[in-house]
């Protein structure tokens, strides 16, 4: 009798011990493939920082291409919603969701820094954008490089863009600023961008370089317009959310490895990660025969007047949410010049 209860004793431990150790899984989801930039530099490194953090006790699953079903408008609901535990995705997936985080898109608050205006959201994250945020986690809020104009024939002055029709990158502040250089928007997809532009369907294109080197945007386009020195026409907003419920169900010590790892340090390394792919992408434009057109005097002066009209219809839009909207952006402005090399 007493060798049966101490075997029972003895399994028993052995699976006490076994549902120790099986692993918490996270689930990840989001739109692009497994060859993109965010799945090979920020999701997956993340994910194997955190496992090995973790001690084994974290298992991260990444599920590119929707795998896991649904649309990229869905991911926000799929994540807020718990359908799935984390998800990366596009705020221009869901337009006017998150209407103050957009300040930082905006031309003339992002100056062309993508390191600097991370850092800067993470530091107005608590003051001004965490109400947009309920139910969510913010692992980062990123952004790329900037977009510059990418037109088919050649542009010297802002007069030159007038009528042209360009496809903007969403359908706010991206709409906005093109409108705003006098052009016209495209009411279609096009998503064979270059084919579109070389029959002649597009006049150009408002998107990153990189984005415009991983699309062939730059083996047809050969004149790249930015609109100042240092300058961008603006940026885009990526979220990497997880369900605040399921972080908040994790151990202490769990969560602290997700914090860990979600704090200045990858703000940064998103941003350097954009930053070196917009100026690899920017020398091969170069390299391939695209001139670089970085407006100066009147032409700089000119679109500058032009982003500030962009500036104005973002807050006359906020302003419908009874959201102030010039606050935000002077908040936004110093926190990039603060975290800016030099903090100029």
């Known amino acids: 009798m007493i060798a049966l209860i101490l075997a029972a004793l003895v399994i028993g431990g052995a699976g006490m011990n076994g549902a120790r150790a099986e692993p918490v899984v996270l689930r ?4 692009l493939g497994e060859d993109s930039i965010p799945h090979k530099q920020i999701i997956t490194p993340w994910a194997r920082r955190v496992e090995a953090q973790s001690g ?4 991260v699953e990444i599920y590119p291409d929707m795998s896991l079903g649904g649309r990229a408008g869905d991911l926000v609901n799929q994540v807020r919603d718990g359908g799935v535990d984390i998800v990366w995705t596009a705020a221009a997936y869901t337009p006017g969701l998150f209407p103050r985080t957009e300040v930082f898109a905006l031309p003339l608050v992002h100056g062309g820094d993508a390191a600097a205006t991370n850092l ?3 530091e107005m994250y608590k003051y001004d954008l965490e109400r947009e945020y309920g139910g969510l986690m913010p692992l980062l809020i990123h952004v790329h490089q900037g977009h510059a104009l990418h037109m088919m024939k050649p542009v010297g002055a802002m007069a030159d863009i007038e009528g ?5 990158p969403g359908r706010r502040i991206g709409r ?15 998503p064979k961008l270059p084919k579109a532009l070389k029959a002649g369907r597009l006049d150009g294109a408002l998107m990153s370089f990189h984005l415009a080197h991983s699309m ?17 026409f603006g940026t885009s907003i990526y979220l990497f959310l997880m369900n605040k419920a399921r972080y ?14 979600s704090g200045r340090a990858f703000a940064r390394e998103a941003g350097e990660i954009y930053q070196k792919l917009g100026n ?32 104005r219809s973002w807050s006359a839009d906020l302003a419908k949410r009874h959201i102030e909207g010039l606050p935000l952006i002077k908040r936004a402005r110093e926190l990039v010049r603060k975290n800016s090399r030099g903090g100029k």
């Open 28 to 31: 990840v989801q989001h739109f």
């Open 56 to 59: 084994g006790r974290l298992k």
């Open 120 to 122: 800067a959201i993470r």
């Open 164 to 168: 042209k029709v360009i496809r903007p």
């Open 176 to 190: 906005w600023t093109v409108e705003a250089l006098g052009a016209q928007i495209t009411k279609k997809r096009h």
């Open 216 to 232: 062939g945007v730059l083996d047809v386009a050969k004149t790249h317009i930015l609109p100042g020195r240092g300058q961008f």
């Open 248 to 261: 908040e169900s994790l151990p202490p010590d769990l969560r602290a490895v997700i914090e860990r790892n």
């Open 280 to 311: 690899e992408a920017m020398a091969s434009a170069k390299a391939g025969g695209g001139r670089l057109i970085v407006f100066e005097g009147k032409s700089a002066g000119a679109a500058r007047q032009a982003m500030m009209g962009v500036l």
